[in-house]
């Protein structure tokens, strides 16, 4: 029998091809083309659901539960970062890099266009001689394809899924030739939390307004209502050095490292979910959940509108498609899957009813 160099690689195919029309025939050539390869490939596709609960949100629990079983045996994901419903990447697919980088994985990801985000923005404008999103901020992350949690974690190639694969396939037989010639001692090892019991319990604000200008002043007051109740909240902005380096990638990938570093020593996760240039998560946010999930990490979540999703997105005469002819998820949840299995939601915002979000994390 021919020797297969895949044989151990267990690929995990995203993206929001589940809610693409004919999306799924998309993703199952996706998995006939790595599966060619000899490459073995894990997908809550290859589970046969019942999905047949009448309460909705148990019919995600059973995708869910798949999900946690596929997730565990993924060596390495290859991701469609294309914009969803947004300036954005498919914020579930986030949550998912988040999570099998956490476990160790490799990440790689695929994109038609490689240019920074501010060509890509088509609401970025100049105000007072600024280059300003939306929300009239100092463009965040401008200078970069995407944010700084996917730059920093994830091999990004600029073209389809099947360029990716091959870009995969290519490093697997580079880092055989690498290790065979100088051993294995570059091998990537699982990354692991450097959490410290202190008495003092820590809570990670994991936000969007880490880009909102005066975002200092703005964590501050979290802060000091999180003092209040005897828990210490951290947030983006904190730890770390500031370097000098001109490099929007090399920052990226320092402030990534301290991130991560930050959500391993904390005990608690609270995310801003709301939609950030569009209708998706932040994508930092996004990662931050899968990785914090990853780690064991309680979360909560927070929501303007906790509405479910095919209530809230725009859909032609409420018909269960968006208006690009997509899927709306329908399990009675105000978001995706992904958060809304891992956390309890809350409509609350990040600076009042501190109390309540903390006897939710207590529970």
């Keep these: ?28 050539s996706q998995r ?12 809550p596709t290859s589970t046969q659901y019942k999905l047949d609960n009448e309460d909705l949100r148990l019919n995600a629990d059973e995708i869910f539960t798949d999900l946690i079983a596929q997730v565990e045996k993924t060596t390495t994901i ?23 980088y956490a476990q ?7 994109t038609k266009d490689l240019r920074p985000m501010v060509f890509k923005n088509h609401n970025a404008k100049v105000v007072n001689n600024r280059v300003v999103d939306e929300y009239g901020w100092t463009h965040p992350y401008s200078a970069l394809p995407f944010c700084p949690s996917l ?32 051993g294995e001692s570059n091998k990537k090892s699982t990354i692991k939390s450097s959490k410290k019991e202190t008495d003092q319990k820590t809570v990670y604000i994991s936000s969007p307004y880490r880009y909102k200008d005066g975002a200092a002043s703005y964590f501050a007051k979290i802060k000091e209502k999180y003092e209040v109740f005897g828990y210490k909240a951290v947030s983006s902005l904190d730890g770390g050095e500031k370097s000098n380096n001109e490099d929007p990638l090399f920052d990226a990938v320092v402030n ?12 608690y996760i ?40 095919r209530d809230k997105i725009p859909s032609l005469e409420n018909n269960g498609f968006d208006i690009y ?19 309890d939601i809350l409509q609350k915002n990040e600076l009042d009813h501190i109390d309540e979000i903390i006897k939710k994390l207590e529970s």
């Excluded at 929001?16 to 004919?22: D, G, I, L, S, V």
């Excluded at 990716?164 to 290790?179: M, P």
């Design 1 to 28: 029998m021919m020797y297969n160099p895949y044989k151990k690689e267990n690929l995990y195919i995203a993206g929001p091809e589940c809610f693409y029309n004919r999306g799924y025939s998309l993703w199952y």
């Design 32 to 43: 006939q083309l790595a599966e060619y390869y000899g490459f073995n490939v894990v997908l």
């Design 78 to 100: 290859i991701a469609d970062l294309e914009f969803f419903r947004g300036c954005e990447p498919d914020s579930g697919t986030v949550f998912e890099i988040g999570w099998i």
């Design 104 to 110: 160790g994985g490799k990440c790689y990801g695929y």
């Design 151 to 182: 730059c920093a974690s994830t091999k990004i190639i600029e073209g389809s899924y099947e360029n990716c694969l091959k870009s995969f396939i290519e490093d697997i037989t580079e880092e055989k030739r690498v290790n065979y010639l100088y």
């Design 256 to 267: 990534f490292k301290n991130r991560m570093a930050l959500i391993d020593s904390s005990d």
């Design 270 to 309: 609270v995310a801003n979910l709301n939609g950030f240039h569009g209708l998706e998560t932040n994508n930092d946010v996004s990662f931050e959940c899968g990785y914090a999930y990853a780690k064991g990490k309680k979360l909560i979540g927070l929501l303007d509108d906790i509405r479910i999703m």
């Design 325 to 343: 002819d997509n899927t709306i998820e329908n399990f009675n949840y105000p978001i995706n899957l992904m958060f809304a299995c891992t956390m």
